[in-house]
């Protein structure tokens, strides 16, 4: 088990190598889209990227239709694996909706044998979430 702060330490130390092996600017909050995001998670059982909805709930319901309208080119073109939730609960407890690709198998931040693999999947699945965004970004701002 690690302290608030080891734990803090590791993640942080992930998160610096990850921008060391993969350097590029990604998109994440900066979709110049009120209320939508990218977003890279991992903790100590899982990793996953996603498309997040955070805003008011007409705002969330806008995208979100825009966004199933597009689910079969997603799902064919680019993340075959993603999974559409609309009604997504966050550890919070606060509702979002959210289209996400879990790694398929469970990993650990506080396991560095697990980090090579998470940096990879990272880099190759958010690398077509965000062409799919920037293809579709005025559909779904439509």
Known sequence: MFSKEESRQIKELFWTSFGKSFPRKWILYNTKLKGLSLKFYFDNKKALIALDLEDDLENRINYWEKLVA??????EDY?????YDEEFLLDNGKEISRIYVPLGHKVSIHNKNTWQEVMVFFNTHMTLLEAFFEEYKDVIEG
């Open 79 to 83: 993340l075959p694996e993603a999974i």
């Open 70 to 75: 597009l689910k079969s080119i997603l799902i």
